[in-house]
């Protein structure tokens, strides 16, 4: 999210910074207003719908109306299928990961059917596309992230709006770097040794980074991009 939100900065955008902590969102703000770009922040948590609204709301205000939504919200949710917990964590992987993509495009319709160069990125995982052990709450609601973008392509294509996802494989981020740790602590290896395994599955064996999805998301959004429409560009280095 905040590679996305420099690169659009730097291109003249004017930038809504949502994040759950304000020390996060003031950072990201401050890099932006240092660049010399535009941007506001607020603090959001995104399973709050009356939250939602208000914040956008507010970036009307601010901003003007919404162009580009970038639906990036993310956390890690794993659960073994008997674990007594899985429901919990089911609810809680759709409610971050799947539900506020819907809402937020809806609550931007008017400002989006208004606009000439309309585009919805949702920021899926190469778990929409495949799966893996021990993260079903996670993959199913990608998957749902993948369904949604091809279903809202179809719906709001009349309208001169494209939406699109992209799913990557393990970035170079903090959830990620979390990732390793566990990894470390579970097996005793080092940390390049953790990466490695994390990393396994890609055949240029590195993790991916932030201004790789950025300029996907970037590009996405330029005219060259129009008629790319339901699409998902996965970002893994060739894994399968």
């Known amino acids: 999210g905040r590679a996305e939100a420099r690169l659009f900065a730097d291109e003249g955008a004017k930038v809504a910074v949502t994040d759950l902590g ?4 003031a950072a990201v703000v401050d890099e932006i ?3 010399g770009g535009t941007a506001h922040g607020w603090v959001l948590d995104v399973t709050d719908n009356d939250r939602i609204q208000t914040v956008l709301d507010e970036v009307r205000v601010e901003l003007g109306p919404v162009d580009i939504i970038v ?3 993310g956390a890690s949710f794993g659960a073994s299928l008997d674990s007594p917990d899985f429901d919990d964590v089911w609810h809680a992987a759709f409610d971050v990961l799947l539900t506020p993509h819907q809402r937020i495009v809806r609550a931007c319709l008017d400002d989006l059917r208004s606009s000439d160069c309309a585009r919805v990125i949702n920021i899926a995982s190469t778990e929409g596309i495949t799966a893996q052990r021990g993260v079903t709450p996670y993959t199913a ?23 699109n996802a992209i799913c990557p494989s393990y970035v170079d981020t903090p959830m990620t770097e979390r990732t390793i740790d566990n990894i470390m602590a579970q097996t005793g290896r080092d940390r390049p040794a953790a990466i490695q395994a994390l990393v396994s599955s890609n055949p240029q064996r590195r993790l991916i980074q932030p201004t790789e999805i950025a300029n996907s998301v970037q590009f996405l959004c330029g005219d060259q991009a129009a008629a790319i429409n339901g699409q ?7 894994e399968t």
């Open 22 to 25: 304000a020390a996060r969102v």
């Open 33 to 35: 207003h240092a660049a």
């Open 71 to 73: 639906n990036n919200a």
């Open 141 to 163: 609601a990608k998957h749902g992230v993948v369904g949604l973008t091809r279903s809202l392509a179809v719906m709001l294509g009349v309208d001169g709006i494209t939406v």
């Open 232 to 238: 998902t560009i996965t970002l893994s280095g060739g």
